[in-house]
């Protein structure tokens, strides 16, 4: 809605990782660059650990968006609530090999089978794990085996480890040793500082057609950075209601109350409903039933809990009438 409202091509603080809006604070940067040595090493793994939000998913498409024209077959796993049987599965699966009813050994067989005719042809295979923290120790024993496959005292198969900050107190863990002894570079990404987050926030814009409007005053962008962190998922979430805010009130110009005032309607819209007080005396039973198994008192606060809950979702239709008057408004233009 808002993006014609400020003549934008696109909206600039999507959700989904996008390797377009790729932003090169320093810190990734250098995560980046911890990366692409791994590339040129073509063994061991690499780490990169961070908070949630914080742009690992999109160093990783930006990454791939990069290798589209190298020699590199490169896939991704996500999905690592796994034990370690499951693990090869997925490993084999991502690379489209045949895994269903495999016995591990067939597993192993197929991804060698695999990794040998990808290094005949002058190809490397690189394996990219999102959310490494979930992986239990005997499934990242599975990835380090792995790493044995060689062809000429090089190995076969390269592997990208990407998790959160957990993720660093499990590769210390006991009987990791020689997973540790692999890992030929490790980064940890930290969220941007107020200058970066005005620089992410101008740069996702600049890349939609930004040339100024809206304005967002010194202040605002302070205040966009103290309540957001200066994490990325989070910087784009609430831009995105700041500039829909901006088109609803029809403004050029954001301050930092305009900051403040979107940051207290997702704060009522994410407000829990209040929890049931505790009863310190046994309540009085009713001479009459209201609803079985509830008492007045419960029944009062579950009331309040839903007069709130209605109140938010007025907001929410109140908010999107506007949106969508304004829209048929700017149609008939």
Same mark, same amino acid.
């Given at each position: 809605?808002? @993006?014609?409202?400020?003549?934008?091509?696109?909206? %600039?603080?999507?959700?989904? %990782?996008?390797?377009?809006?790729?932003?090169?604070?320093?810190?990734?940067?250098?995560? +980046?660059?911890?990366?692409?040595?791994?590339?040129?090493?073509?063994?061991?793994?690499?780490?990169?650990?961070?908070?949630?939000?914080?742009?690992?998913?999109?160093? #990783?498409?930006?990454?791939?968006?990069?290798?589209?024209?190298?020699? *590199?077959?490169?896939?991704?796993?996500?999905?690592?609530?796994?034990?370690?049987?499951?693990?090869?599965?997925?490993?084999?699966?991502?690379?489209? =090999?045949?895994? @269903?009813?495999?016995?591990?050994?067939? &597993? =192993?067989?197929?991804?060698?089978?695999?990794?040998?005719?990808?290094?005949?042809?002058?190809?490397?295979?690189?394996? #990219?794990?999102?959310?490494?923290?979930?992986?239990? %120790?005997?499934?990242?024993?599975?990835?380090? +085996?792995?790493?044995?496959?060689?062809?000429?005292?090089?190995?076969?198969?390269?592997?990208?480890?990407?998790?959160?900050?957990?993720?660093?107190?499990?590769?210390?863990?006991?009987?990791?040793?020689?997973?540790?002894?692999? *890992? &030929?570079?490790?980064?940890?990404?930290?969220?941007?500082?107020?200058? @970066?987050?005005?620089?992410? *926030?101008?740069?996702?814009?600049?890349?939609?057609?930004?040339?100024?409007?809206?304005?967002?005053?010194?202040?605002?962008?302070?205040? &966009?950075?103290?309540?957001?962190?200066?994490?990325?998922?989070?910087?784009?979430?609430?831009?995105?209601?700041?500039?829909?805010?901006?088109?609803?009130?029809?403004?050029?110009?954001?301050?930092?109350?305009?900051?403040?005032?979107?940051?207290?309607?997702?704060?009522?819209?994410?407000?829990?409903?209040?929890?049931?007080?505790?009863?310190?005396?046994?309540?009085?039973?009713?001479?009459?039933?209201?609803?079985?198994?509830?008492?007045?008192?419960?029944?009062?606060?579950?009331?309040?809990?839903?007069?709130?809950?209605?109140? &938010?979702?007025?907001?929410? *239709?109140?908010?999107? @009438?506007?949106?969508?008057?304004?829209?048929?408004?700017?149609?008939?233009?």
């Amino acid at each position: 809605m808002y @993006e014609s409202f400020y003549k934008f091509s696109a909206k %600039p603080f999507q959700l989904s %990782p996008d390797p377009k809006f790729f932003f090169g604070s320093q810190g990734h940067k250098r995560a +980046m660059s911890y990366l692409r040595y791994g590339l040129t090493q073509g063994e061991g793994f690499i780490v990169i650990t961070g908070g949630v939000g914080t742009g690992k998913t999109t160093l #990783v498409r930006t990454l791939f968006a990069d290798l589209a024209e190298e020699n *590199i077959v490169a896939a991704q796993l996500v999905n690592t609530h796994l034990e370690a049987e499951d693990t090869l599965r997925m490993v084999a699966a991502s690379f489209g =090999l045949a895994h @269903e009813g495999a016995s591990k050994a067939a &597993i =192993l067989k197929n991804l060698e089978t695999f990794l040998m005719a990808r290094a005949q042809e002058g190809k490397r295979v690189l394996l #990219v794990v999102d959310e490494a923290q979930n992986l239990p %120790p005997a499934s990242l024993e599975e990835l380090r +085996m792995l790493s044995n496959f060689q062809a000429g005292g090089r190995s076969l198969l390269q592997s990208f480890l990407l998790g959160q900050n957990e993720f660093k107190n499990t590769i210390r863990s006991e009987g990791l040793e020689q997973l540790r002894q692999r *890992i &030929i570079a490790a980064f940890h990404l930290e969220p941007l500082g107020a200058q @970066e987050t005005r620089g992410y *926030i101008e740069h996702r814009m600049r890349l939609v057609g930004w040339q100024g409007d809206p304005a967002i005053s010194d202040d605002a962008h302070q205040a &966009i950075f103290n309540i957001t962190g200066g994490v990325p998922r989070r910087i784009n979430n609430f831009c995105d209601r700041l500039l829909l805010y901006g088109y609803l009130e029809e403004l050029h110009t954001l301050e930092a109350g305009h900051v403040q005032e979107v940051a207290n309607e997702l704060k009522q819209e994410t407000a829990a409903a209040p929890e049931p007080k505790e009863q310190n005396e046994a309540p009085e039973l009713p001479t009459s039933p209201i609803h079985v198994g509830i008492s007045q008192s419960r029944e009062s606060e579950q009331l309040e809990g839903m007069e709130t809950r209605l109140g &938010i979702l007025e907001e929410r *239709i109140d908010i999107l @009438e506007r949106a969508l008057r304004r829209f048929l408004e700017v149609g008939r233009r």
